[in-house]
């Protein structure tokens, strides 16, 4: 089976999932959190290299002040278990996003968390926290222009690479694979220029029941998918 060797992952449902289960949404959110761990072995296992997750939105501020606090607090822990995480299965971790929106203690246990990980060779994982793929491109352009005006390139040398190197996913592949748990049919700004050429799987599971078998599923209907980044197949050239 061909492994893709980039997946993104729009976690979805938490809150609906323990709804369904007559408990609070926090308590989804806390079942998610762990099912990223199972997710992320279940991933290298398979032979995937990199593994990017949407945790955090610049829009889920507008969520209620008890929710958002919920979920801080649950990222705070998460930093803790993600680092020991990180040393057991020699994981990378980097997190994407605008980390100037966060609180001081958050930015400095992510900025621990990847230091201690930056030498590690097993999974690239990667975590977008406070992201929103227009307010990481508008990011990119503010440092990208400015570094124009100051001389250190012409307009016309501006090529689609010198642009990634200023994105917040600088130095990692595109996404091969896209899946988006619970039902939804939509990106939610997530990662738009890069997943640009990637396959899509969308599942009604939510995110705290996606297993492993649910993960094979998507790499399943990945492998049958033909991927031609614009070409056509060489059967069709005469056509």
């Known amino acids: 089976m061909n492994v ?15 709804k369904a289960k007559g408990m609070p949404r926090n308590y989804g959110h806390v079942q998610g959190s762990k099912n990223v761990e199972k997710i ?3 991933a290298y296992k398979m032979g995937v290299k990199y593994l990017t997750v949407y945790a955090f939105s610049t829009e889920n501020w507008s969520r209620p002040k008890s929710e958002v606090d919920a979920l801080m607090k649950l990222l705070r822990n998460y930093m803790k278990t993600c680092l020991k995480t990180a040393e057991k299965n020699r994981m990378r971790v980097r997190v994407i996003g605008d980390k100037t929106g966060l609180d001081e203690d958050i930015r400095t246990r992510i900025k621990e968390l990847e230091e201690a990980s930056k030498n590690n060779d097993g999974l690239n994982f990667q975590i977008a926290i406070n992201y929103g793929s227009r307010d990481e491109m508008i990011r990119a352009m ?82 049958s998918r033909d991927r031609r980044y614009g070409g056509i197949k060489e059967d069709e050239e005469n056509v």
Request: net charge negative; proline share 6%.
């Open 4 to 18: 893709p060797q980039h997946i993104a992952i729009i976690l979805d449902g938490n809150g609906r999932w323990a």
């Open 40 to 42: 992320c072995e279940a």
């Open 142 to 223: 503010r440092k990208m222009t400015k570094d124009c005006a100051d001389g250190r390139f012409a307009p016309e040398e501006i090529t689609e690479e010198l642009f990634e190197g200023y994105l917040d996913t600088h130095g990692i592949p595109d996404p091969d694979l896209l899946i988006r748990t619970s039902g939804e049919l939509r990106l939610s700004n997530y990662l738009l220029w890069q997943l640009a050429y990637a396959e899509f799987y969308f599942t009604d599971v939510p995110w705290p029941d996606f297993s492993k078998e649910e993960l094979e599923k998507a790499i399943e209907q990945y492998n």
